[in-house]
Structure formats: C-alpha cells, structure tokens
C-alpha cells in the first residue's frame, strides 16, 4: 500500500487513517501498530521540519514483513540526511541538563528492529522494519 | 482527536493523540499551569516526541518553582515511551492498573 502526503503536520491524521486501512486488510500483530505510528510520525515530522527547500510530497509505503511491517518513507529532490547519523541522548541526564527536542530520531533507533537509508538523485529513502 | 482540559479536582484530563500537529494545543494549554499538578493520561492513546517536549518543558518551567507535574493513569505503551525517553527518571509516573 502506497500514498503521497503533503508537507504539512495537518496531514499526520490523515497519515492515521492510511495506516488504519493498511492494518485492517493486513492481519498484522496490533503490537507493532505504536511502533509503526511514532516512526512515521517522527521521520516524516523530521523530513518537513528539515527538508524545507522541496514542495514534493512525502510518499509511504507499507507492507506485511515476517511478523511486522515494513515501512519506506520516501522524500524528493533534498539533500542527504541519514537518520541512523544523529546524536545519541543521554536520556540518564538530570532534568536541568534536559533540552525539548531530540527525541524523536532516537525513539526511532530504539524501536525499530532494523533501518536502512537510500540517498540518489537527491531522493532520500528511509526503510524501517517495525515487529514483534 | 486530541482533546485537554481540567476535570474533577483541578486534575488535568489528556484524551487522544498526543502528536506534533497536537503538541502547541497542550502546550497553550499547560502554560497556564503555575502550580503543580496532576496529569490524567488514562484516555491519552498516542504521544510522540513533540508531546514529550511539551510534558518536558512544562516540568521543567514548574520545577524551577519546587512544583512539578504527577502523571498518572499512564498505558503500557506510553509507559515504554516514557522509559525509553528516560522520562521514568524525572516524572512521577503512575501506570494504569
């Protein structure tokens, strides 16, 4: 199952009911359903916030893999960015030492099972397998 | 849906999802907070990174003061976010039973 979203927050409901439809016709541990949310969330969040120079749509794939999904975020014509590159968050810091921000790459190393990136022709592919 | 507001006994109810486009709704909302209180997230489905930030900023601003926010009725899900975000460290959390 693939669409294309629009760079706008306003469509991560819209990225909600999508998802909705892949789990229904796909029997699909609800488990990893999370999983699947806030990693999409949280790169094609990263991907609007960052890649400002593009008014292509973000495209999203899903499929059944093994006892989970695999999901591709993919994002045209901007310049590389590796999600596996970021900086890792002392998340044992002290709450004074505690900055908003940050998070939301890290959760996605933390929850995936596997991730890959795909940079060419200034297309970005982000893969993720998200199971049990 | 995602939907904030004061309930029984100036506790604070949190319903539904929590995500960036959500995110400067609760923190309009719990700005407003200038003492310590208690957040229901017993209905809450979804948080995300940027609800974090705003659970992050609003403890922070509050305990500067010695104040400070309660989390209570926390899901299993959310409760592995907060874990994994480190948050289990500087909130006090209680899970849902």
Do not use: W
């Not at chain 1, 590389?80 to 030492?97: G, N, S, T």
Request: hydrophobic residues 40%.
């Amino acid at each position: 199952m693939r669409q294309k979203f629009g760079r706008s927050l306003d469509n991560l409901q819209t990225i909600v009911s999508f998802t909705d439809q892949f789990f229904a016709q796909n029997d699909i541990d609800d488990s990893v359903r999370y999983i699947v949310d806030l990693c999409v969330e949280e790169l094609f969040v990263n991907m609007v916030t960052y890649d400002t120079e593009t008014d292509a749509d973000i495209l999203i794939e899903m499929k059944p893999h093994a006892h989970g999904v695999e999901v591709t975020l993919t994002d045209f014509d901007v310049v590389r960015f590796d999600p596996r590159d970021v900086k890792p968050v002392d998340v044992d810091a002290p709450l004074e030492q505690r900055t908003p921000g940050g998070l939301g790459l890290y959760l996605v190393s933390k929850m995936v099972s596997s991730i890959h990136y795909e940079y060419r022709n200034r297309t970005s592919k982000i893969t993720f397998i998200a199971d049990r | 849906m995602f939907q904030i507001g004061f309930g029984d006994a100036g506790t604070i109810i949190v319903a539904g999802r929590l995500d960036a486009a959500q995110a400067p709704k609760a923190q309009e909302f719990l700005d407003a907070i200038t003492d310590e209180c208690i957040l229901d997230l017993g209905q809450l489905e979804y948080i995300s990174s940027a609800g974090l930030g705003v659970l992050l900023r609003t403890h922070k601003r509050l305990m500067s003061d010695e104040r400070g926010l309660k989390l209570i009725n926390v899901n299993r899900h959310i409760n592995d976010i907060f874990m994994y975000s480190g948050f289990d460290k500087l909130f006090e959390i209680e899970a849902a039973v």
